[in-house]
């Protein structure tokens, strides 16, 4: 209100109805005067708004979305607000500018919908509008299945994400099936039962090509197949990767004491100017680490051969006292087998040493005695026909030798003297001294003073002996019954 103390008065009147007003008027007496004036303000014509959304609308599944139009509707001054509703339907559905003349309405299935648009004026006056949207079914098709195609790893990287949620269906997939083909390799392992949702999560996979199959089926019961491959490939440090087995539970091994150990190995391996990386470490057994690592240094970046730290690592170990490291080291060698075999075996890889193939046996001399590695060197059957050659030749040499002392033997006793005077024996004696096998000898019938050596009955060819001189003069010496030594007597048929 403008102008209270002018004779003009200018209103404004917010609101329809009766105002009055009073005038008073004072002179320089201060005499005064009053009088009122009435003034009815009349509301404006106004006119409800009008809504207007077009009409109803149909769609054939799998079509899921459209649009709802109010921006036709009116009023005479104006609409201030929009507001959409779902007043039914056979699902819940999502309503995209609902407070909007145009809204966007999604998530439809099989089924009638009613949609309610609601407008208000200025004035607080309102409208409102229905609208129907029909989903009919229409042709159905089956899932297309996507299971993420080809994936390649590098160890020691062994986990992946197979994401086949990328599978489409016009009215929607209800299941996802993962399945590994029957060929791939056995080992890794699926985490969060993901083989039952759209993407399939995998750890500690192995080197290998591996097969996963992704089966998805829609509300009709079809479904599609897809398979996804893996390949794992080889840690291109294996080779140089060295295993270092320590007593101790791998719950019990702390970070610190990790970087103590790298720090003891450095010096112990003299590379104090090279980087020692841990790329594992991993249970052994209940009680026991193994911890994998390899030796790199200079620039560019070279790594050490693993034989190499290996036999260093082995050698000042057997120098250094049992608790120069952290924990106790129950055994170091190469992480991969890389012995040759000799070609004729295979490597061990859990003991690390050669198998040999049929036939082919360890050369112990070299094992023991030599470098200490494992081998095939030598053949089953040369060894065999070695072995047995110098049996026989041992055997050869201790007959001979045997056949030699015999032979030595027999011939001192074939230079004894045959015979010896023996004088003055008893009856009893000389019956003892007859020859044996009954031999009577006509010299011996009358005296039994000489005695026949047994050699003279071993020679193959009789003797015959002749008198010397003085018998042949003599022959009464034989009638006599005294010989002379070295008398000659013969053999009869008989000794034969």
């Known amino acids: 209100m403008q102008g209270a103390h002018s004779p003009y008065l200018q209103a404004t009147a917010a609101q329809p109805g009766v105002y009055v007003f009073q005038l008073t008027v004072t002179d320089s007496a201060k005499q005064q005067s009053n009088a009122q004036v009435t003034v009815t303000v009349e509301p404006e014509n106004n006119s409800p708004p009008v809504a207007e959304i ?6 054939t599944f799998p079509v899921d979305s459209t649009t709802l139009d109010g921006s036709k509707s009116k009023d005479d001054h104006g609409i201030v607000s929009y507001e959409w509703e779902n007043i039914s339907g056979p699902t819940p559905v999502t309503i995209q500018d609902n407070d909007k003349p145009v809204a966007v309405i999604s998530a ?27 989903v009919k079914e229409g042709k159905n098709s089956p899932p297309k299945a996507h299971a993420g195609g080809t994936h390649v790893l590098v160890l020691p990287n062994n986990s992946i994400s197979l994401d086949g949620s990328k599978s489409v269906d016009d009215q929607g997939i209800v299941s ?19 083989e039952h949702k759209p993407v399939l999560q995998l750890t500690n996979l192995v080197e290998g090509i591996y097969l996963f199959h992704l089966k998805v089926t829609d509300a009709n019961g079809e479904s599609d197949m897809d398979t996804a491959t893996v390949e794992v490939r080889p840690d291109p440090r294996k080779q140089n990767l060295v295993e270092l087995i320590l007593e101790v539970a791998v719950s019990q091994l702390s970070e610190q004491q990790k970087d103590t150990l790298v720090r003891q190995l450095a010096v112990l391996l003299s590379v104090l100017d090279s980087d020692i990386k841990v790329e594992k470490i991993q249970a052994y057994s209940d009680l026991s680490t193994a911890i994998l690592f390899y030796v790199q240094s200079g620039h560019p970046i070279k790594i050490r051969k693993a034989a190499d730290v290996k036999r260093t690592l082995q050698n000042q170990l057997s120098k250094e006292k049992a608790d120069f490291l952290v924990y106790k080291v129950l055994r170091a060698d190469t992480a991969v087998c890389l012995l040759k075999c000799s070609g004729h075996g295979r490597c061990d890889p859990i003991t690390k040493a050669c198998l040999c193939y049929p036939f082919w046996m360890e050369n112990f001399i070299q094992r023991y005695v030599g470098d200490g590695e494992s081998n095939c060197d030598w053949s089953v059957l040369y060894i065999t026909v070695l072995t047995f050659a110098l049996v026989a030749f041992l055997m050869g040499l201790v007959w001979i030798s045997i056949c030699c002392y015999k032979s030595r033997k027999r011939t001192k006793i074939r ?5 010896t005077i023996l004088d003055n024996f008893d009856d009893q004696e000389r019956m003892a001294l007859r020859p044996k096998y009954g031999i009577k000898h006509r010299s011996t019938e009358h005296n039994s003073s000489l005695m026949v050596s047994e050699s003279e009955f071993d020679s193959e060819q009789d003797t015959i002996f002749t008198r010397d001189k ?17 008398a000659p007597f013969n053999f009869s048929s008989k000794c034969r």
């Open 415 to 419: 230079k004894k003297t045959k015979y």
């Open 176 to 194: 996802y099936q993962w399945t590994r083909d029957g060929q791939s390799p056995a080992a890794g392992e699926v985490i969060d039962a993901s």
């Open 54 to 59: 077009g009409p109803d609308k149909e769609l």
């Open 108 to 134: 439809l299935h099989i089924g009638l919908y009613r949609f309610r648009l609601t407008i208000k004026d200025q004035q607080g006056l309102s409208s409102t509008a229905v609208v129907s949207v029909t």
């Open 470 to 486: 003085a018998d042949q003069e003599n022959p009464k010496n034989i009638s006599s019954g005294s010989l002379r030594n070295g």
